[in-house]
């Protein structure tokens, strides 16, 4: 009895590790891997350390702040926002202030907040996650439910985009959701984020061009409908531009504005969504087949200039009655121009222009266009604010500014340099809770942001979540109400390049209206 029940201890015991590095040793003698065939045990081990670098390295190894995309700081900073509405630090600042970058200039005699021009009046219900107590392992939590204020601009203030159209769009706030398609992102998201939107008020959402889906209406945010050259949901059945479908998407209240895509950052090669995330639903949105990979092109088919393209965003203005604009990344000055020129020539101008970053991308992009293809956001920015007041049509469009833009004082600083609103598609999917687990293209998120598998969004609680979405972005105003404050001025409306100077590596600084002075129109 003793000996079999040794035997059985020994199969059990030295079995299965047997099966094990043997299974490990026949697959070592694959042609595939060259480490693995020369050292078979401890190739396999350089394998599995090589697969949890990443995670290695932006939890332990990382400095604070040099993670990319994000910085841990960056990333902390923005959960605190959103789960406690608090941006407090201790200690000081971790920027890397040795570094070439861009500071906003105080004022010797900055404004109290009741000299602020805000819109305060309407508080709002909300709810915040407060610390209890926090151990070495655990932390204590509670969740408090207050009367919260919203940093709304004053009506004085208030952005009117499209002012010609038959329904202008009226901005109280300067920072929203940035494109993220459903179908790249899941119904769980989309409703999150459009009902935070919706209760902080004056934001939005951008559908992306994946199209409006039942998702993004059932919100009740308001909603900026992209088109992109896919004609996702705006395409009839040979793949054509739908004029009618168009206007079946203006008559919808909740949508307030169209976007053009003729460009996106880290995507100017055009979308690309994985067959495996093309659910019923996204197909439904997308008016494409169930499970097929979708590549969308990178310009619109029947726009080769920019004459053509101009007269199509009349067509929509004058059909739809509601503002249109334009999203693209911006290559140098040179490029702009003709597009500038025609429209003075046709009297024909977007109701407003996105300027997004080549360092966007919130879902799956190609490397090479990522790091390699058009401008960063700041001088993006600078170029198309130039160029356009040289021209003199500067006053003729709204300008957005999307790229990394996840914090007050970035966006602060993306007002100054011209834009007059900011987007975000980042800073939303961590609001959400997003950890950069970069799983984007997988469909595989930890998170169930980026995914449309019923499985993996169940991570995703859009109840609890969407108080969190609220709290950034209210979060968010009230920063950039405190920073023009510091500034000097009464709201964030006010914000110029002689608030932001460029401190360089060796330490000498100028500010920027000073190193890029505003052109004279016509110049």
Known sequence: MLITILIVLLVVVLVPPLVFFGYMYVLSKQPKHSVIRAHPFLGWIRYLLEKLGPEFRQYWFDNDTEGKPFSRADFVGLVYAAKYRTDLISFGGRRDYEKPGYYLSNAMFPKLTGELRVDNAVVRQGRRYVIMDEGLFTRREKIVEEQVRPWLLHDDDAIVVGEGRREPWRLKGMFGASATSFGAVGERYIHSTGAG?????????????????????????DIVAQIGPGLYGYRDAEGHFSLEAFKFKASLPQIKAFELKFHQGAKIRGGHLEGAKVTEPVAKARLVPVGRTVNSPNRFEFLTKPE???????????????????????????????????????????????????????????????????????????????????????????????????????????????????????????????????????????????????????????????????????????GLFSLAAACGLYSPSELRREHVVFTSESGQTARVVDLFPYPDAGS
Request: charged share 20%; proline share 5%; net charge negative.
């Open 197 to 221: 939107a919706r209760m902080a008020g004056g934001s939005w959402i951008n559908t992306g061009e994946g199209g409006v889906a039942d998702a993004h209406l059932e919100t009740g945010a």
């Open 308 to 478: 053509e393209a101009l007269q199509f965003i009349r067509t929509l203005q004058e059909e739809g009655g509601k503002p249109v604009g334009v999203k693209i990344v911006v290559g140098d000055p040179k490029r702009l121009e003709p597009f500038f020129q025609a429209m003075i020539d046709l009297d024909v101008y977007p109701d407003f222009i996105t300027v997004d970053g080549s360092e966007g991308g919130s879902g799956a992009t190609f490397k090479a266009m990522a790091d390699g293809m058009g401008l960063p956001l700041y001088p993006a920015l600078l170029i198309l604010d130039d160029t356009a007041r040289k021209f003199g049509i500067r006053g003729k469009f709204k300008l957005f500014a999307s790229g990394k833009l996840i914090t007050p004082d970035k966006v602060a600083v993306a007002l100054a340099l011209g834009a007059d609103a900011v987007n975000s598609a980042r800073g939303f999917m961590m609001a959400n809770g997003c950890i950069m687990a970069m799983q984007c293209h997988t469909g595989k998120c930890p998170t169930g942001i980026t995914t449309t598998d019923d499985k993996y969004q169940e991570a995703l609680v859009p109840e609890e979540k969407q108080w969190r979405v609220m709290n950034y972005i209210l979060q968010m105003r009230e």
